[in-house]
């Protein structure tokens, strides 16, 4: 399983597959990202926690995704 994307490839995203469109950031443009979001979720800025919390949790349910983590999930109800 390959959770890199290049350059190129993340210039084409368009921003509704970003846990954070506004910033570009966590990409989730298939279940193996929305993963590595949930993963990377601790490096999230503080305030935009439930934002993504609240985007891992749609994208996850749009993949088949469970995610497991308590943090994401605590964040997602705020």
């Excluded at 490096?43 to 985007?55: D, F, I, M, T, V």
């Amino acid at each position: 399983m390959n959770d890199r994307i290049t350059y190129e490839e993340r210039k084409e995203l368009p921003d509704s597959v970003y846990g954070l469109p506004e910033r570009r950031e966590y990409p989730m443009p298939d279940a193996a990202h929305v993963r590595a979001a949930e993963a990377y979720f601790r490096y999230c800025p503080e305030e935009l926690k439930p934002k993504l919390a609240r985007a891992i949790l749609n994208r996850a349910e749009e993949y088949g995704v469970n995610v497991e983590s308590p943090t994401v999930l605590n964040y997602a109800k705020q």
